[in-house]
């Protein structure tokens, strides 16, 4: 699958992925969560002005398609992590482990449109997020991280999509982190 990768856009053969301008656009995209509603439709640009989260939204390629509104959206954010030691270990090189955060970029929020939800949306976004930040970085960057909602249908989600959980502290917490190996995604392309 050829994937054109730019700096504030990231396309393939059906999708492409683009950082958002016009906020005006989000009000066209409900996911279905009142909370993430609320941040793509009226917080998302403040965070924008503020340096604290970029935005994107994914549309189908095909014509026409761009006027009936976002499939998805994600705000991303520069993050880092602190891994246990048998982690560190387990990812990271002998002469690297002395690092004690690593560079990750944050899935701030993520929503797909409440009527696209189940067919493989999110997953294909993700997947061009791997892409994004493994080619042609301006920074290192080695995992994606997200708080992801502690339901089970959420952490299903990234789970599929091999995240794997931090720790167990937040086990019992509304949110629970997940980080996924950039390094895993550059190996196997
Ligand atoms: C969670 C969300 C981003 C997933 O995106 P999506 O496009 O619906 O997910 P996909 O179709 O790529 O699903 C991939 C896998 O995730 C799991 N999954 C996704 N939604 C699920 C659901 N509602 N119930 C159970 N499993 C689910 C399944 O294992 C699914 O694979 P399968 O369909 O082969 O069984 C989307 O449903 C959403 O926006 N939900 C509302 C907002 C939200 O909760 N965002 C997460 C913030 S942390």
Same mark, same amino acid.
């Given at each position: 699958?050829?994937?054109?990768?730019?700096?504030?856009?990231?396309?393939?053969?059906?999708?492409?992925?683009?950082?958002?301008?016009?906020?005006?656009?989000?009000?066209?995209?409900?996911?279905?969560?009142?909370?993430?509603?609320?941040?793509?439709?009226?917080?998302?640009?403040?965070?924008?002005?503020?340096?604290?989260?970029?935005?994107?939204?994914?549309?189908?390629?095909?014509?026409?398609?761009?006027?009936?509104?976002?499939?998805?959206?994600?705000? *991303?954010?520069?993050?880092? %992590?602190? +891994?246990? &030691?048998? $982690?560190?270990?387990?990812?990271?090189?002998?002469?690297? !482990?002395?690092?004690?955060?690593?560079?990750?970029?944050?899935?701030?929020?993520?929503?797909?449109?409440?009527?696209?939800?189940?067919?493989? *949306?999110?997953?294909?976004? %993700?997947? +061009?997020? &791997?892409? $994004?930040?493994?080619?042609?970085?301006?920074?290192?960057? !080695?995992?994606?991280?997200?708080?992801?909602?502690?339901?089970?249908?959420?952490?299903?989600?990234?789970?599929?999509?091999?995240?794997?959980? *931090?720790?167990?502290?937040?086990?019992?917490?509304?949110?629970?982190?997940?980080?996924?190996?950039?390094?895993?995604?550059?190996?196997?392309?």
């Amino acid at each position: 699958m050829p994937i054109l990768c730019r700096r504030n856009h990231i396309n393939d053969e059906l999708f492409v992925l683009d950082k958002v301008k016009k906020f005006s656009i989000t009000t066209k995209c409900d996911c279905g969560n009142q909370d993430l509603n609320e941040f793509f439709h009226k917080d998302a640009v403040h965070y924008k002005e503020d340096l604290l989260a970029e935005t994107y939204a994914l549309y189908l390629k095909s014509k026409g398609a761009r006027s009936l509104g976002p499939l998805a959206f994600v705000a *991303l954010a520069n993050d880092t %992590i602190k +891994l246990s &030691k048998s $982690l560190k270990r387990k990812l990271i090189s002998h002469k690297k !482990r002395y690092i004690e955060e690593y560079p990750a970029v944050k899935i701030a929020r993520l929503g797909v449109h409440k009527e696209s939800q189940r067919n493989g *949306l999110g997953t294909h976004l %993700i997947n +061009l997020l &791997k892409a $994004l930040f493994t080619t042609d970085n301006r920074t290192g960057c !080695r995992f994606l991280t997200i708080d992801a909602y502690n339901r089970k249908e959420v952490l299903r989600f990234y789970k599929k999509n091999e995240f794997d959980f *931090l720790h167990d502290e937040d086990k019992e917490e509304p949110t629970r982190i997940m980080f996924y190996d950039l390094k895993r995604f550059s190996l196997t392309t």
